[in-house]
């Protein structure tokens, strides 16, 4: 069974930066691309950032230029780095991985980012 793992949420104010990080664990034979996406209060689940395994990236219209996504292949890990964060950026944190043998993302299980005015 494969996991995804998150940490790093929590309440900052605005301006402020949080570094989102997400690890696979389990029988994984290669992983392909690895992302985050969002989901706030009463909203669809948004694409943040994804990256594919060759480093190809993919941001949000509302968060490119303040986000970095990077991962750690050997590790099958994903990061995100936030910085400038805005009360709009508040939502829970979902990150996920698009696995060899695996139909469809598996997903982590969220990760609350709460952002203050």
């Known amino acids: 069974q494969v996991q995804l793992v998150e940490s790093g949420g929590g309440l900052v104010q605005s301006g402020e930066s949080l570094r989102l990080s997400c690890a696979a664990s389990?029988?994984?034979?290669?992983?392909?691309?690895m992302g985050w996406y969002r989901q706030a209060p009463g909203k669809q689940r948004d694409l943040v950032a994804s990256?594919?395994?060759?480093?190809?990236?993919n941001y949000g219209d509302s968060v490119n230029g303040r986000f970095t996504i990077s991962r750690d292949n050997p590790n099958n890990a994903v990061y995100l780095q936030m910085n400038s964060l805005k009360p709009d950026d508040t939502a829970i944190y979902y990150c996920?991985?698009?696995?060899?043998?695996?139909?469809?993302?598996?997903w982590g299980q969220g990760t609350q980012v709460t952002v203050s005015s």
């Open positions: 389990g029988r994984i034979s290669g992983v392909y691309d």
């Open positions: 996920y991985a698009d696995i060899r043998g695996i139909p469809g993302k598996t």
């Open positions: 990256i594919s395994v060759g480093g190809i990236l």
